[in-house]
């Protein structure tokens, strides 16, 4: 193995650990993908988890300082194909390989970076904010799942878009007092969590609900190589939904609801039979 493959495998190796130390329900999905997919979705994972990390977590630092040098270093790696950080050198790789869409990487830099500053969305704000932060997302990865077939990527684009934002919107769910009480934020527009109730609740998952029947019709129409992974995340997320839709609303301002390891395990089973036998 010459120098420089050796020095992309490192630093491929590393988007792998970042993915599977940060969540591990996304590295199990990541593993149900054909072999030659993992990789690219691994590296495309870690760049977002980084520039995550710096707005949620780096408290003790200049985070304004750190994120305009993190944006500075992806324009670099992606300008001149190569980077000594290694999540950005990875990341560059799987970015030209695949033809990934600049504005996509500018978008979802614009709605991390908003969250340095910004505590609450009106209607625009917030749909603006889960394209940046999750819907472009997806569609790096689903330019990877057609092996950059743009006539595929082009019919599933918008099934994709509503899969991203199941899930962001999702994860606000989720993470609603975390967010609100450690960080100051309301994601959820012109949203006053003292007055959180069942009424509230209920608008915000009705539109989930329909964001996941429309991106339930691309997944089932993704390539076989990747559709077995994007259906288990797709039915891990819609579990953890059904589960939080079961409670009432103050049960989602005192606690991080969570699925058990032990039912994670029994998802994933139950899913791979289903596309195993052609149930899907």
């Known amino acids: 193995m010459d120098a420089l493959k050796l020095y992309d495998r490192v630093c491929a190796e590393c988007s792998v650990l970042t993915t599977k130390a940060y969540s591990t329900s996304f590295s199990l999905g990541i593993r149900f993908l054909g072999n030659p997919l993992r990789q690219p979705i691994y590296s495309i994972y870690g760049y977002v988890r980084f520039a995550d990390e710096i707005v949620d977590t780096f408290h003790h630092a200049d985070k304004g300082t750190l994120f305009e040098r993190f944006k500075e270093e992806t324009n670099r790696a992606l300008d001149e194909g190569i980077s000594l950080n290694p999540i950005l050198h990875s990341f560059q790789q799987v970015f030209h390989q695949y033809s990934l869409d ?39 990865c689903l330019k990877v799942f057609v092996n950059g077939d743009q006539a595929e990527y082009d019919r599933l684009r918008p099934f994709a878009e509503r899969l991203g934002a199941a899930f962001q919107k999702i994860n606000f769910l989720r993470d609603l007092k975390a967010d609100y009480q450690e960080m100051g934020r309301s994601y959820f527009p012109n949203l006053d969590l003292t007055q959180f109730d069942e009424a509230t609740k209920r608008v915000i998952e009705d539109e989930i609900e329909s964001d996941f029947k429309e991106a339930y019709k691309g997944i089932i129409e993704l390539p076989r190589s990747s559709r077995l992974g994007v259906y288990i995340a797709y039915i891990y997320y819609l579990r953890l939904f059904q589960k939080i839709r079961s409670l009432p609303s103050e049960r989602i301002l005192e606690e991080r609801i969570r699925i058990p390891n032990s039912r994670k395990a029994t998802l994933f089973v139950g899913s791979y039979l289903r596309h195993s036998l052609n149930m899907l």
């Open 102 to 140: 600049k504005k996509h990487v500018d978008l979802f830099l614009q709605s991390m970076e908003w969250d340095l500053n910004r505590a609450n969305y009106d209607r625009m704000g917030f749909e603006q904010y889960i394209v940046g932060s999750a819907e472009v997302v997806g569609l790096m």
